[in-house]
């Protein structure tokens, strides 16, 4: 019973880093924590398109904020 719970363990990690492998080929940007949430959500039953819609919508609005930031940044630094 070990063996065989060790030997799915050793089966899901690699199918983790062979996810990870071609997130990383595809640039995603994802993390292996970001990575394993999504595929959980996925397994979970939730829509896999609308999840891709939600990340990229996320992504979008975090290049929004941190352009936001950037330019309070600059603008900071030449006392506007």
Do not use: A, D
């Given at each position: 019973v070990m063996a065989e719970q060790d030997r799915t363990k050793a089966e899901a990690a690699e199918t983790a880093d062979v996810?990870?492998?071609?997130?990383?080929?595809?640039?995603?940007g994802l993390d292996k924590q970001t990575l394993a949430i999504l595929v959980e959500l996925i397994e979970s039953g939730v829509n896999p398109e609308a999840l891709a819609h939600v990340v990229k919508e996320l992504k979008r609005e975090a290049a929004v904020l941190q352009q936001a930031q950037r330019e309070a940044e600059a603008a900071s630094a030449f006392g506007l």
């Open positions: 996810l990870f492998e071609m997130s990383n080929l595809l640039n995603t």
